[in-house]
Protein backbone atom coordinates (compact mmCIF):
# COMPACT_ATOMS: atom_id res chain seq x y z
CA UNK A 1 0.00 0.00 0.00
CA UNK A 2 1.50 3.24 -0.98
CA UNK A 3 0.86 5.95 1.84
CA UNK A 4 1.18 10.06 0.71
CA UNK A 5 1.06 12.41 2.99
CA UNK A 6 0.59 16.15 2.36
CA UNK A 7 1.88 19.34 4.06
CA UNK A 8 2.73 23.12 3.88
CA UNK A 9 -0.70 24.86 3.16
CA UNK A 10 -1.64 27.28 4.57
CA UNK A 11 -3.01 31.29 4.48
CA UNK A 12 -1.44 33.60 1.99
CA UNK A 13 -1.94 36.75 0.91
CA UNK A 14 -3.27 37.13 -2.89
CA UNK A 15 -0.31 37.35 -4.86
CA UNK A 16 2.48 35.26 -2.73
CA UNK A 17 3.60 31.60 -2.64
CA UNK A 18 3.45 28.62 -0.79
CA UNK A 19 5.35 25.04 -1.65
CA UNK A 20 3.27 22.09 -0.76
CA UNK A 21 4.86 18.63 -0.41
CA UNK A 22 3.41 14.79 -0.69
CA UNK A 23 5.42 12.59 1.52
CA UNK A 24 5.48 8.63 0.31
CA UNK A 25 5.78 5.20 2.00
CA UNK A 26 5.15 1.87 1.43
CA UNK A 27 6.27 1.46 -2.04
CA UNK A 28 8.88 2.52 -4.29
CA UNK A 29 7.82 5.78 -5.56
CA UNK A 30 9.46 6.27 -8.74
CA UNK A 31 6.91 3.26 -9.90
CA UNK A 32 4.57 5.91 -9.59
CA UNK A 33 2.97 8.92 -11.87
CA UNK A 34 1.98 11.46 -9.10
CA UNK A 35 -0.53 14.79 -9.49
CA UNK A 36 -1.98 17.24 -7.36
CA UNK A 37 -5.88 17.86 -7.78
CA UNK A 38 -8.12 20.47 -5.71
CA UNK A 39 -10.86 20.59 -4.10
CA UNK A 40 -12.68 24.45 -3.65
CA UNK A 41 -16.11 24.28 -1.10
CA UNK A 42 -19.02 23.53 -3.10
CA UNK A 43 -17.27 22.63 -6.36
CA UNK A 44 -15.97 18.61 -7.09
CA UNK A 45 -12.33 17.43 -7.46
CA UNK A 46 -10.02 19.15 -10.32
CA UNK A 47 -6.78 18.65 -11.71
CA UNK A 48 -4.04 21.01 -10.87
CA UNK A 49 -0.93 19.11 -12.34
CA UNK A 50 0.43 15.72 -12.93
CA UNK A 51 4.38 14.30 -13.31
CA UNK A 52 5.70 11.43 -14.77
CA UNK A 53 7.53 8.92 -12.83
CA UNK A 54 10.94 10.46 -13.65
CA UNK A 55 10.16 14.01 -14.00
CA UNK A 56 10.81 14.37 -17.31
CA UNK A 57 6.94 14.44 -18.05
CA UNK A 58 4.38 17.09 -17.05
CA UNK A 59 0.85 18.49 -17.02
CA UNK A 60 -0.75 21.72 -15.78
CA UNK A 61 -4.22 22.94 -15.88
CA UNK A 62 -4.83 26.01 -17.94
CA UNK A 63 -5.79 28.09 -15.00
CA UNK A 64 -2.33 27.64 -13.29
CA UNK A 65 -0.08 26.81 -16.22
CA UNK A 66 2.95 29.49 -15.83
CA UNK A 67 2.11 29.84 -11.99
CA UNK A 68 2.69 26.21 -10.15
CA UNK A 69 5.18 24.20 -11.11
CA UNK A 70 5.25 20.24 -9.82
CA UNK A 71 8.60 18.14 -9.48
CA UNK A 72 9.35 15.55 -7.55
CA UNK A 73 12.96 14.61 -6.27
CA UNK A 74 12.23 10.15 -6.27
CA UNK A 75 15.78 9.81 -3.75
CA UNK A 76 13.15 11.60 -0.99
CA UNK A 77 10.45 9.79 -2.14
CA UNK A 78 7.92 13.11 -2.23
CA UNK A 79 6.53 15.62 -5.13
CA UNK A 80 6.61 19.24 -4.42
CA UNK A 81 4.12 21.87 -6.07
CA UNK A 82 5.78 25.63 -5.98
CA UNK A 83 2.58 27.61 -6.32
CA UNK A 84 3.26 31.50 -7.57
CA UNK A 85 1.14 34.23 -7.67
CA UNK A 86 -1.60 32.84 -6.14
CA UNK A 87 -5.07 34.16 -6.47
CA UNK A 88 -8.50 33.75 -4.44
CA UNK A 89 -9.82 31.46 -6.42
CA UNK A 90 -6.87 28.94 -5.85
CA UNK A 91 -8.20 28.48 -2.40
CA UNK A 92 -9.15 24.65 -1.95
CA UNK A 93 -7.79 21.26 0.13
CA UNK A 94 -5.26 20.45 -2.38
CA UNK A 95 -4.75 16.63 -2.61
CA UNK A 96 -1.81 14.32 -3.95
CA UNK A 97 -2.56 11.26 -5.79
CA UNK A 98 -0.38 8.30 -7.49
CA UNK A 99 -0.91 5.70 -10.45
CA UNK A 100 1.09 3.25 -10.37
CA UNK A 101 3.66 2.13 -13.63
CA UNK A 102 1.48 4.48 -16.30
CA UNK A 103 1.52 8.03 -17.78
CA UNK A 104 0.46 10.74 -16.54
CA UNK A 105 -3.72 11.44 -16.11
CA UNK A 106 -5.58 14.42 -15.14
CA UNK A 107 -8.66 11.92 -14.43
CA UNK A 108 -8.94 11.42 -10.64
CA UNK A 109 -10.33 8.08 -11.42
CA UNK A 110 -7.14 6.86 -13.00
CA UNK A 111 -5.79 7.37 -9.44
CA UNK A 112 -5.68 4.21 -7.01
CA UNK A 113 -3.75 6.47 -3.95
CA UNK A 114 -5.05 9.23 -2.35
CA UNK A 115 -3.39 11.50 0.13
CA UNK A 116 -5.89 13.41 3.10
CA UNK A 117 -5.48 16.99 1.94
CA UNK A 118 -3.87 20.30 3.03
CA UNK A 119 -6.05 23.38 2.75
CA UNK A 120 -5.03 26.49 1.02
CA UNK A 121 -6.44 29.85 1.40
CA UNK A 122 -5.68 32.68 -0.56
CA UNK A 123 -6.96 36.16 0.93
CA UNK A 124 -7.42 39.56 -0.75
Known amino acids: QLRLVESGGGLVQAGGSLTLSCAAS????????MAWFRQAPGKEREFVAA????????DYAGSVKGRFTISRDNAKNTMYLQMNSLKPEDTAVYYC?????????????????WGQGTQVTVSL
Open 97 to 113: AARRLYSISRYSNDYNY
Open 26 to 33: GRTFNNYA
Open 51 to 58: IGQSGAST
